[in-house]
């Protein structure tokens, strides 16, 4: 492996199938510097067919296999878009894969990807596989991301907050004395995606501005949080296993007429409520909330989490120099430099695992 350069390229296509975040990273020095950044969208029926694999279907062996084909050309696309903006030789592509069933209770995970397709395609190092060791060493197997925020974003002597909010949320508890402590709160954006695709055909609610218009249902909250993941203690993890469209609308058939916009406003409430009931369990001084990931956009999610949190500010990452929708492909490429210097990924107290585990697997050029 050509250690030689401590740029890596990081992609990471998460839980909301939109496509491919891509940056460059920059290590050198202990510094974390973005160099350039990409996004790849998925072709429409790459998209569906990676929806239709997260649930059992018909001929799914075959079905996976052909998809991470497809995945494999769209990463492969991300690189080409990245490589002229390197400014330097990338020593290797991190690579997240795409989540289609994560049940870790049941000892696996699964992220579809053909990372060898992706080192032909590409002719560079590629490290893929990140959450499968932590599972066998007994952890959840995510988040991961919590050990890169507290790199990126973790200052002595005060208590922050980073939450991600993509198709799931989850929050990274930077104690502020070295304590990291973590989990998934639940649903980010993936109910409140697919109530909007529903009922106005969009792809999301563009900064919160339908949810703001309506008002939240009290009744219809409370159902949507009678779930029991919500009271589960950590390490915990969740995905589109458990938070698909049979349980927004097992939830939503006693409440037919609630109003289309009412339901947006109380689905957005319900995500900013886990992640305040979340935050507030951690911790009960924190001083800044900081949201990256997609939902950091939403203006009317951000205001809930804080109104919730009695008036503590919450902001976006970029406050702190990362872009909101940078920060995941960036923990992948730290996580990929940490692999090549044989280097622990994982925070036991976050997932449960055993111990400190290497996290990843390297398919060379
Ligand atoms: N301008 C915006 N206004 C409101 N919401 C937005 C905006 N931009 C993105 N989003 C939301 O963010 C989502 C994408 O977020 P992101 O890319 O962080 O998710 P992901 O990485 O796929 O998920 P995960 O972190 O769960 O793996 C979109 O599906 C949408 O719901
Ligand atoms: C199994 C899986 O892909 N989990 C994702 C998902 O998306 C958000 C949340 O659920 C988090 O647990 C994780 O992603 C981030 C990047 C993580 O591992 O920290």
Redesign the pocket.
Known sequence: MRDTSSLIIGL?S??SLDGVDGVVADFSGGAIRTVAAAFTPFPPELRSELMALQAASENELEREALAANGLALCYADCVRQLLPLAGGPVAAVAVHGQ?IR?RPELGF?R?TNNPALLAELTGIDVIADF?TRDIAAGGQ??????AFHEAAFGKPGLARVVV?I???G?ISVLHGDGRVTGF?TGP?NVLMDLWIGRQLGKAYDEGGAWAASGKVDEALLAALLDEPYFRQPAPK???RDLFHEQWLDAKLARFGDVAPQDVMATLTRLTATTIADAIRDEHAGVEAVYACGGGAYNTTLLRGIGDALGGVKVESTAALGIAPNRV?AL?FAWLGYRFMRRAPGNLPAVTGARGLRILGALYPA
């Open positions: 990471m998460g839980t989540t994560h995970t992220q959450r197997g995510a988040p991961l991301v919590p991600n993509g198709g799931i989850n998934d980010g993890s969740t995905g995941e923990a």
